[in-house]
Every structure is written in structure tokens, then in C-alpha cells.
């Protein structure tokens, strides 16, 4: 067993995040691409039909000002994994997707035989996504080495990172993922506190952070409603 990087729980063998920030950095990257297409919308030129516009009357208010983090977001420039932490506010979206691609093809070995049949192992020298270099294609990327990633302890700094931008993007669109409540108690600290969130595949437990699959909530609130029928039966009699 070893520990998460990122919070105290336990990750699963050889890893260094925990089954709830696994899940969250998965969620995270499955979300990048919808709030950027949301970022485009405020540089839209007004006319232009477009989410949460009426449309058909032309331009019937001012256009909305465009903010300069916006367009700070979506432009282009250049970032390095170490110091994306400095100036948080200028990195755009994509050259700190770029910049980690990079950053965790450089960590992959890659395996390469010659013509003798002698094996070499070295690092893979480029990330290619198979989408394409835009931030839809780089999440994709990102998600497929996930695991390889979640075995080097610079997942926290990753995580970190990537939390930071949603974030900040976040503030910008006001669309956060929505939380649904579940009705059990938490399995390990009791509390009527487990929710899951959109895009989240796990359930967890708002109070104490633990996490559970789907199918391990079923079983649970399975249980639960037993004892409660079991706890009932016993008072009426
Ligand atoms: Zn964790
Ligand atoms: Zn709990």
C-alpha cells in the first residue's frame, strides 16, 4: 500500500493518488474541453447565435465585455510544468496541456527493438495525440496515460494544477457540475453526507472523503435499508 500525494487516504499499490482523486482528475479532464467551449462563447462576436443568447433580434443589448482572462485562457503561449505555479493568470489552457503532455511522454519509457533484436528502453521523445494538438485532443491524450502518470508522486503537482485552472475557469463560466445527494448513511464515518458529482464515476462522502463505486453504494444502501426494515420490525413488536 502506499499513500495518496494529494490527501492522507491510501492509493492503490505502485500508485500515488487514491481511488477519489483519481476519479476527480479523470472528471476534471472529461470537463476541460465543455468549460473551454463555454470560454469561446464570451469571445464569440455578438450576431453570432449562441448558448444563453435569445436570438433573433439581432443585437438587442451591448456585446458583454470581453475579459482579458479570457482571452488569456484561450490564446496561445508556452508553459513548463515546473513553472505554472509563478503566473497562474497568463497560462493558457492549452500551451499547460502541452507542457504536461510533454512533460509525462518524457517520464513513459518507451520500448524499441534494433535490427539485431536488441532491446532498448528510453524515454518516449513526443506526445501525439491522435486528435489533435487542441485542448479536446490533448485531454484525451491526458486521460489515456492517466495511469502511467498516477505512478510518480508529481500527480499532486498535476492535480494541483489542473484543480487550479477548473477553477479559475469555473469562476469565469459560473457552470459548476451539479451534486446529487444520496440517501444512505457514510459506511465509515456516518455522517448523511455522500454526493456525487457530475462527471465524478464514484460517490463521496462529503464529511470524512470516503469513496465508494456505484456498485458498492448499491450494496450498501441495500444493507442499510435492511437493518432500518430489521430495526422497525423489532419496534412494532
Ligand atoms: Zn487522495
Ligand atoms: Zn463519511
Not at 436570438?55 to 515546473?82: F, I, Q
Amino acid at each position: 500500500m502506499s499513500s495518496c500525494a494529494i490527501c492522507p487516504r491510501t492509493a492503490p499499490d505502485g500508485q500515488h493518488a487514491c481511488p477519489l482523486h483519481t476519479d476527480e482528475l479523470r472528471a476534471w479532464l472529461a470537463e476541460l474541453p465543455y468549460q473551454t467551449r463555454l470560454l469561446e462563447e464570451f469571445v464569440a462576436p455578438a450576431g453570432r447565435p449562441s448558448a444563453g443568447r435569445i436570438g433573433g433580434t439581432g443585437r438587442a443589448h451591448a456585446p458583454v465585455p470581453v475579459d482579458m482572462r479570457v482571452l488569456a485562457l484561450l490564446g496561445p503561449g508556452h508553459a513548463d510544468p515546473g513553472t505554472a505555479d509563478e503566473e497562474p493568470d497568463t497560462i493558457p489552457i492549452r500551451a499547460w496541456l502541452d507542457a504536461w503532455a510533454g512533460f509525462i511522454a518524457y517520464s513513459h519509457p518507451a520500448v524499441r527493438r534494433d535490427l539485431y533484436g536488441t532491446q532498448y528502453t528510453r524515454p518516449c521523445e513526443q506526445a501525439v495525440p491522435k486528435k489533435g494538438a487542441t485542448i479536446p485532443g490533448w485531454c484525451t491524450w491526458l486521460t489515456a496515460y492517466l495511469p502511467h502518470a498516477l505512478t510518480h508522486p508529481w500527480i499532486a503537482d498535476f492535480h494541483r494544477q489542473l484543480g487550479d485552472l477548473i477553477d479559475r475557469i469555473r469562476d469565469l463560466t459560473h457552470a459548476v457540475p451539479h451534486r446529487h445527494e444520496y440517501a444512505a448513511q457514510c459506511p465509515a464515518c456516518e455522517a448523511f453526507a455522500l454526493a456525487a458529482v457530475d462527471g465524478q464515476e464514484g460517490i463521496t462522502c462529503s464529511r470524512c472523503g470516503h469513496h465508494l463505486t456505484h456498485a458498492e453504494y448499491d450494496q450498501h444502501a441495500a444493507d442499510f435499508l435492511r437493518a432500518h426494515q430489521a430495526a422497525a420490525t423489532e419496534d412494532a413488536a
